[in-house]
């Protein structure tokens, strides 16, 4: 079950109505055993982000959390952070240099969904 929010400093009207499914579709070929049914992303407009490296002249800013039971091991993060990235750059018009990730790899227990813990669902109960 990824969830990926993503914030940016961009105002919601700059943001495609379509991009949480073109990033909910990227993340389920670019993470292993992850089906699109079970992805969430949830995009946060507005933001108040600060970036040392960043100055107004830079243009928007990005960050995405991307927190998941598995699936975030090095080859899955490389894979799944260079699509997201060229997702973000393109659609959002975000320099490559200004988007920022963190991988979050969460245990069943942390996890719940249909009023469930995910380690209930997994033992069938």
């Given at each position: 079950?990824?969830?990926l929010q993503l914030f940016t400093?961009?105002?919601?009207?700059?943001?495609p109505?379509?991009?949480g499914q073109v990033l909910a579709?990227?993340?389920?070929t670019t993470m292993r055993n992850k089906p699109l049914e079970r992805i969430c992303v949830h995009i946060s407009t507005d933001q108040l982000i600060f970036s040392g490296s960043h100055n107004e002249t830079?243009?928007?800013?990005?960050?995405?959390v991307l927190r998941s039971i598995g699936s975030v091991e090095l080859e899955d993060n490389?894979?799944?952070v260079e699509a997201i990235t060229r997702i973000i750059h393109e659609q959002l018009k975000v320099?490559?240099?200004?988007?920022?990730?963190l991988f979050d790899d969460y245990s069943p227990e942390k996890v719940a969904m249909n009023g469930k813990v995910v380690?209930?669902?997994l033992a069938g109960k």
């Open positions: 079950m990824p969830f400093t961009l105002s919601r009207s700059q943001v109505e379509n991009l579709q990227t993340l389920s830079n243009g928007p800013l990005a960050y995405g490389r894979r799944t320099p490559q240099q200004e988007i920022r990730f380690t209930d669902i």
